[in-house]
């Protein structure tokens, strides 16, 4: 059984920094990529970054590029999402989730599996 | 980015109902088309691929069918289990983009 289990949320005050952790298990990691997913309250889906089973490729909406990084390890099955000069409109749950293939964005993708979300609040 | 826009954003139903929700594309994306179920509290479920592949598990009412830019997910007869907010994802090309949502309530 896939599992997701993210970790790191919290409040953060304007400009700060937070690390976000997902752990995985049930499937072999390195070969799907993953993805995060955030959705600010009451608001729908907006997707945020992407890497690819390798590793060897990373994606980011324009909302975070700069901002953001991706990145995973796969000796741990982790993936994490290092945020930098948080702003109130990253105030979000932020989703973890697998695809269905390693490289992001390929033939037929989807996000089969997601973690239950953590929420980052960015406000002094 | 192709952008997707889902009609209506919301609509009540009782149970028994047929409900039908819209999902366009701003740019043709043949069937790469994919639909999410999301309750309350939880995160999104994959109900659909493909436009109108079923996932393993997913009650036959429903379905999923277009083509092109113009899609289309229906619940035969809804169930009290269904009431949630669904969301259509285009996987045609990056970045994958969702649509806005559209949230069932009970009438």
């Known amino acids: 059984e896939v599992q997701l289990l993210e970790s790191g949320g919290g409040l953060v005050q304007p400009g700060g920094s937070l690390r976000l952790s997902c752990a995985a298990s049930g499937f072999t990691f390195s070969s799907y990529a993953m993805s995060w997913v955030r959705q600010a309250p009451g608001k729908g889906l907006e997707w945020v970054s992407a890497?690819?089973?390798?590793?060897?490729?990373?994606y980011y909406a324009d909302s975070v590029k700069g901002r953001f990084t991706i990145s995973r390890d796969n000796s741990k099955n982790t993936l994490y999402l290092q945020m930098n000069s948080l702003r109130a409109d990253d105030t979000a749950v932020y989703y973890c989730a697998k695809g269905s293939a390693g490289v992001w964005g390929s033939y037929r993708y989807t996000d089969t599996d997601w973690g239950q979300g953590t929420l980052v609040t960015v406000s002094s | 980015d192709i952008q997707m826009t889902q009609s209506p954003s919301s609509l009540s139903a009782s149970v028994g109902d047929r409900v039908t929700i819209t999902c366009r594309a701003s740019q043709t994306i043949s069937d790469y088309l994919n639909w999410y179920q999301q309750k309350p509290g939880k995160a999104p479920k994959l109900l659909i691929s493909?436009?109108?592949s079923l996932l393993s598990g997913v009650p036959s009412r429903f379905s999923g069918s277009g083509s092109g830019t113009d899609f289309t997910l229906t619940i035969s007869s809804l169930q009290l289990e269904d009431f949630a907010t669904y969301y259509c994802q285009q996987s045609y090309s990056t970045p994958l983009t969702f649509g806005g949502g559209t949230k069932v309530e009970i009438k």
């Open positions: 493909a436009a109108s």
């Open positions: 890497i690819s089973g390798s590793a060897a490729n990373t």
